[in-house]
């Protein structure tokens, strides 16, 4: 599914003027002024998958960051822009084939803080688990040594009197009367695991999805998993993914529109084509006889 079609960025007269005619003089840099019309890139044509691939300081986070301000994706996260960011989002277009319900901005910060959030419930969760391990030990201490410990006492003695008699059932386990009273039981998974257990509870329903460099913390194993997740979610609902990224597995995504941005000028080509992915290539291929021994 397509929603954005296009996004025009200011272009370099544009920006020139823009600068010529600032009168502060107390900034040290105009970002993100100046990062696309040295690339020749004034236009983003955008296909169900498309991905911006580049280097440290190629423009690709940013892209996905003015889209995002542009269109009003939510976010996860908090952002933090720069002095003339605002600026530049109000100077691009956006034109759009099709509005979407619900859009999206998913980031490397994003996937920290639901890290972090998931070992603060599990913690949490840990800690709960010793309490009712205690508790369940005492009320059996209890009921072997204190007769009247047992018995009914009266409404007010209704809640302790029906916990007592599920923990003296034979049927009982300690496990199953401490997971009952678990509210949620949160694992805690591998920076990976958690990376992708992320993408996959974020990437639920039709929407339009902005992703920046999703790779990292994801193993091979997770990268393809995750590549492989977003084609099918292309296919099966009404979803469209802008995602930016240096990683080879989500650049090989069958039928994506991928731009290099470390090219001059700036544009699109097959992903087997762009030189870092070449390397890959040419250095597995130096060492071809010691896979095939």
Known sequence: MIYLDTFRLPGDPAEINFIKNEKRTCFHTFYPFKIFPAKQLEEVRFDAITLFYGGNGSGKSTLINLIAEKIGASRFAEFNDAPFFRTFVNMCRAEFYRRPYRSYVLTSDDVFEYA???RSVNENINEK????FEKYADIKRRAAFEPDYTRFKGLDDYERWVEVREVLSP???QSSYVQK????DIDLYSNGETAMRYFLDRIDEEALYLLDEPENSLSIEYQIELAEYIAATARATRSQFIIATHSPVL?????ALVYNLDDYPAGTCHWT???NVRRYYEFFMDHREEFED
């Not at 009273?181 to 949620?184: G, L």
């Not at 650049?251 to 039928?255: P, R, T």
């Open 116 to 118: 972090l959030n998931a």
């Open 129 to 132: 688990r010793e309490e009712l």
């Open 171 to 173: 049927k009982k386990s």
């Open 181 to 184: 009273r678990t509210a949620r």
């Open 251 to 255: 650049l090989s995504i069958k039928n």
């Open 273 to 275: 084509d762009l030189p």
